[in-house]
């Protein structure tokens, strides 16, 4: 057996594996002098050619469809006989065994074939030559009305449908006429309702990729993106109250309440007590300032700092209970409406 020292493939001849390494080394050697197309092998110009010449000579003796191929006729048989071999993994079935070994690629992740410039790989070479064209610009397919060029031949086909209006894609509900499958299948979704493009921030659904793209791309979607992408937890957020003339800014955070979890407040009650106769209010100026903070804060404000820095890094000392707390906060709220000067107790 003859070897492919690149792939490993086996051939029976000498030939077969020199044409094979073609497939590796990009050598076309044989050229129409039509339209300098190259290929690999004599056979694929010859069959070429009668692109050119719109040569059919082999006919299906069924329909009498005519072919410029005897493998295209082999293939189309298939249609009236319903023999097409199917994959052993999917059970997809093709009407040609070429395709289902490319098929079969796609279970295995087999992509032999990378462009030299970007190096995308491919599972056929033909991907890989119409992929090269994006690198050269080359789009050898013209059109015979509008002399518009295309890169790939299929392009064309569906390009040469506006010339000639022919719509071969028909709706089996309505009725309704297509000049392209992905035509028809967008329009089939009218009647099955199916919207399977989905906005991933809001959960909307539409029924062509188009139309999600508009969407993502409205000032609606873009505003609510921003507010989420901005958004902190209230856990978390900060605000701050001036105080008048000295101008003192004191962060509130946005916590549960003290009577919700009596075991998380860092003080002792004693301490408390000590510190607040201690402070007191001095002056009318400063019970002024207090008015515009919460009784919870007031109480936080009125320990020292290295009071509370002590309580917060021994846990375990503090033994409160929620009452006394309560307490102090209600003998604020009682300043705040009017008693004041009043030390206190």
Known sequence: MNKCHICFKEFFTKDRLKVHT???????PFKC????????????????????????????????????????????KRIHTGDKPSCDICKKAFSQQSALTLHKKIHTGEKPYSCAICEKTFT?????????????GEKPYSCD?????????????????????????????????????????????????EKPYSCELCQKSYKLSSDL?????????????????????????TSFVDCGEANIKLEIKEEETLDDDPLSINMEAENVNETIKQEGIQDKDS???????????????????????TLDNN???????????????????????????KEFV
Do not use: M
């Not at 073609?22 to 076309?28: E, F, L, Q």
């Not at 010859?46 to 005519?66: L, M, Q």
């Not at 709706?171 to 035509?183: G, I």
């Not at 919460?294 to 820095?309: A, D, V």
């Open 33 to 76: 002098d039509l339209c300098e197309k190259a290929f690999r092998t004599k056979a694929e110009l010859t069959v070429h050619k009668r692109i050119h010449t719109r040569e059919k000579p082999f006919k299906c003796d069924t329909c009498r469809k005519a072919f410029s191929q005897q493998s295209a006729l082999n293939l189309h």
């Open 213 to 237: 793209s508009r969407h993502n791309k409205s000032a609606g979607h873009l505003k609510k993106l921003g507010s989420t992408q901005n958004t902190v937890p209230a856990s978390a957020s």
């Open 287 to 309: 019970l002024s300032c207090e008015q515009n903070l919460h009784p919870e804060q007031k109480l936080s404000n009125k320990i020292k700092p290295e009071k509370k820095e």
């Open 315 to 341: 846990p375990l000392s503090i033994k409160i209970e929620a009452e006394s707390v309560e307490v102090i906060i209600k003998e604020e709220i009682k300043n705040e409406e009017g008693i004041e000067g």
């Open 124 to 136: 056929r070479q033909s991907q890989l030559t119409v992929h090269k064209r994006i690198h050269t």
């Open 145 to 193: 009305t509008c002399e518009k060029t295309f890169s790939k031949q299929s392009h064309l086909t569906v390009h040469k449908r506006i010339h000639t209006g022919e719509k071969p894609y028909s709706c089996d509900t309505c009725e309704k006429t297509f000049s392209t499958q992905s035509h028809l299948t967008d329009h089939k979704r009218i009647h099955t309702g």
């Open 22 to 28: 073609r497939i590796h080394t990009g050598v076309k």
